[in-house]
């Protein structure tokens, strides 16, 4: 059975700096480890486990791979491997599929070799950058944002929240869109059509008026594009009653999707903005239009940090700043949220939801497909770790259809949609799921205790053999324990008990 959570291997190999080149495969004789890591970190150990040598090659090493790491001895590389061969390789139940046809899907009725798709962004904004896409395995690309208008780019432009290990979580930026001409990005479509022929190219455009955007999906149409994006949700684009400004007032969004549409006879995605309460009237509104489906989401507005110093937030120019984009892992939930609205909404059922926000690897892109996506954009996480991570985003998916014995990831679409409601009304409230204390992995931190009694219901103690005890008569189980528990060592109970208080246990 294919993991679901992958935060105990991430931390395993928490000092891994996934690097180019990887000095740990120049090292190993007798695999690639750099690769094995890689699907480690994105949620792939399954395939990793199932790509090993018959015979661990590890036993008795002298682990020259640790040794030639860029932080020497700071990465187990030795056991991380034993680890696949010992407790992950025993659990494969299924065999790595023979090929990718189970990926196989289409939008707006044009095929796609797999879901993944880079999104409009600094990402896909060249010919060389989206061939070298292409080539490593993504199914197409959105290009970046093509205008009329002259785009100069402030320094720096990016800024990051990261997490303990230096990964990015949250991702702020204050990019525009193309710095190319139109007849420059005219010419790289024509370039990647004629090489790329079976490749997908969805052109973003913005225009500045009803005949700019008639004219720019005029002229993606005749070069070469596959379908077309209309931006009506860049937050760096604001000024003038652009960008997200468009997106928040669905009478904009059909006015300037129809004008679009005399333009062309290509499937439009309208990719509408977060920075709304609700994104349906924007949806209809583009359905009204002529739109054939809808992108979401953009990123969302934001402001990351301010110096203590200088008294300026991030990113910093010549002592301005600016509310940019958010995106990253952290946005997922808020996508997430916005997909399910779409999905569920009647009257957008025959719309293509082409879904983004936070997708890192093969399970956060599952999430969104069960709730209704028919494919997925990436930019953030390539920014980050660059186009490989598509072969994992694939290989993971693709193990995953096959453990459920599906033949097409359509299958899955919109599967989790029943299970979301806008309000929490509709919940069961007369049972509890009382968590599960693990003995032999408890360390005797008290994180549990601490969190229980300062943020909780004061239902946990401490033993004299510092561990855990449960006051059942005051547990409500609300699962706080269960979430900040360093070393996972407290779970949910396998079942769910009826409204009552059992006696003092420490299990």
């Known amino acids: 059975m294919i993991a679901v959570n992958q935060t105990i291997a991430r931390s395993d190999m928490i000092h891994c700096a996934l690097c180019a080149d990887a000095p740990c495969d120049a090292a190993c ?30 036993l008795n090493c002298p682990a020259p791979c640790e040794q030639a790491c860029v932080r020497p001895k700071e990465v187990p590389v030795r056991a991380l491997i034993d680890r696949l061969y010992e407790q992950v390789m025993p659990e494969c139940e ?35 950058m989206c061939a070298r896409a292409f080539e490593a395995g993504w199914a197409g690309v959105c290009f970046k944002t093509i205008c ?18 230096g990964s990015i979580i949250g991702f702020k930026n204050i990019e525009q869109l193309s710095d190319h001409s139109v007849a420059e990005n005219m010419e790289i479509f024509r370039r990647l059509k004629e090489k790329y022929p079976s490749k997908f190219i969805l052109a973003s455009i913005m225009g500045q008026n009803d005949a700019e955007w008639e004219e720019l999906a005029r002229l993606c149409e005749e070069n070469g594009a596959d379908a077309i994006e209309l931006n009506f949700s860049c937050p760096n684009m604001a000024e ?60 969302i507005k934001s402001i990351i940090g301010v110096n203590p110093h200088t008294y300026v937030s991030a990113p910093a120019v010549h002592g301005m700043s600016a509310v940019g984009g958010y995106s990253g892992n952290a946005v997922k939930p808020i996508a997430l949220r916005f997909i399910a609205e779409l999905g569920q909404n009647p009257k957008l ?19 969104y497909i069960l709730l209704g ?7 953030t996480a390539v920014m980050q770790y660059g186009y490989r991570i598509i072969d994992d985003l694939k290989a993971g998916l693709n193990l995953y259809l096959a453990e459920k014995d599906l033949s097409s990831v359509k299958e899955i679409r919109g599967l989790a949609l029943d299970s979301v409601s806008e ?29 229980c009694a300062d943020g909780g219901h004061q239902a946990i103690r401490m033993a004299e053999d510092r561990k855990p005890v449960l006051d059942g008569k005051k547990c ?11 070393e996972r060592a407290i779970t949910p109970a396998r079942k769910r008990l009826a409204l009552r208080h059992p006696e003092e246990t420490e299990t």
């Open 423 to 451: 309000t929490t009304d509709v919940l069961e409230r007369d049972t509890i799921v009382y968590p599960k204390f693990h003995r032999d992995r408890c360390i005797g931190c008290g994180r549990c205790m601490i969190s």
């Open 373 to 379: 996506a028919g494919s997925i954009q990436v930019t």
């Open 29 to 58: 004789e007798k695999m690639n480890p750099a690769g094995l890591l890689r699907s480690i970190w994105f949620a792939n150990e399954q395939t990793a486990a199932q790509r090993l040598p018959g015979k661990n090659p590890c």
């Open 240 to 299: 003038g009653g652009l960008g997200s400004d468009i997106g928040q007032v669905p009478e904009l969004v059909e006015r300037f999707t129809a004008a679009a549409r005399r333009g062309t006879k290509l499937p439009i995605l309208a990719k509408l903005t977060p920075n709304v309460a609700v994104m349906s009237p924007a949806a209809e509104a583009a359905l009204r239009g002529g739109a054939s489906g809808i992108a979401a989401i953009n990123t």
């Open 148 to 165: 009329t208008m002259d785009i100069h780019e402030a320094s720096p432009r990016f800024s990051a929240i990261t997490g303990s290990d």
């Open 94 to 128: 299924t065999p790595i599929p023979e090929n990718e046809d189970r990926l196989k899907c289409d939008l707006c009725g044009i095929p796609l070799e797999n879901p993944f798709l880079l999104s409009s962004s600094v990402v896909a904004s060249t010919y060389d």
């Open 476 to 486: 409500v189980g609300c699962h706080l324990c269960v979430l900040v528990c360093p």
């Open 349 to 367: 059922k025959e719309m293509h939801l082409s879904a983004m926000g936070g997708v890192e690897t093969w399970q956060d892109a599952l999430e």
